[in-house]
């Protein structure tokens, strides 16, 4: 479901079918230095203040960039929301000392293997940050940001040995 209840960035979320049980598809999107691997904005992700992996109150920072030629750069101190295996991620950056954007990836097993929702809430943005997301189109390239994470999660899920679509494979190659 998508919503635009203004003419700037609020909300929105996309969803995908993922030929793997819940539990594999967690692992990796709750990888968050592996986030790069996923999504064509994030460069690199850290866990920061002792934190160590996916937990609620886990601290990090990310690191961005968007934009031609990816010129747009940005990094962000984010905090572990929710930590559920197999049913739920979600995490909450930061700008200017507030919580800003909160970022979620919901789990749910159906037949075949796993539907992946992957949406995100504005809480909150300096002014400037406004002005940019209409004529850049923000909420366009997030969409499509959230399509690009959500294939390539997908396929690196469907990789894992001991998943169907994994099993295939490895069969196909030998």
């Known amino acids: 479901m998508v919503r635009r209840e203004r003419f700037w960035l609020t909300r929105g979320s996309r969803e995908a079918t993922v030929a793997a049980p819940p ?8 990888d968050l230095p592996r986030m790069g691997e996923w999504s064509p904005e994030c460069v690199a992700v850290e866990w920061t ?4 992996g996916p937990a ?6 990310g690191h961005n960039r968007t934009g031609p030629r990816g010129l747009i750069r940005w990094s962000r101190r984010g905090r572990v ?4 295996r197999g049913r739920e991620f979600a995490f909450v950056t930061e700008e200017g000392g ?11 097993e159906v037949a075949g293997g796993t539907r992946v929702t ?5 809480r909150w943005l300096p002014v400037g940050f406004r002005i940019i997301d209409v004529p ?11 399509d690009h994470t959500l294939g390539r999660l ?16 490895t069969e196909q190659a030998r």
């Open 118 to 122: 992957q949406s995100y809430d504005v």
């Open 98 to 108: 507030r919580e800003s954007t909160e970022w979620r990836f919901r789990l749910e």
């Open 154 to 169: 997908a396929a690196a899920a469907e990789s894992v040995p001991g998943t169907v679509a994994g099993d295939a494979r």
């Open 23 to 30: 539990d594999v598809v967690y692992d990796l999107v709750a």
């Open 81 to 84: 929301l929710a930590a559920d």
């Open 56 to 61: 609620p109150g886990a601290t990090f920072v």
């Open 136 to 146: 850049l189109n923000r909420f366009g390239d997030l969409q499509r940001a959230m």
């Open 49 to 52: 203040g002792g934190s160590t």
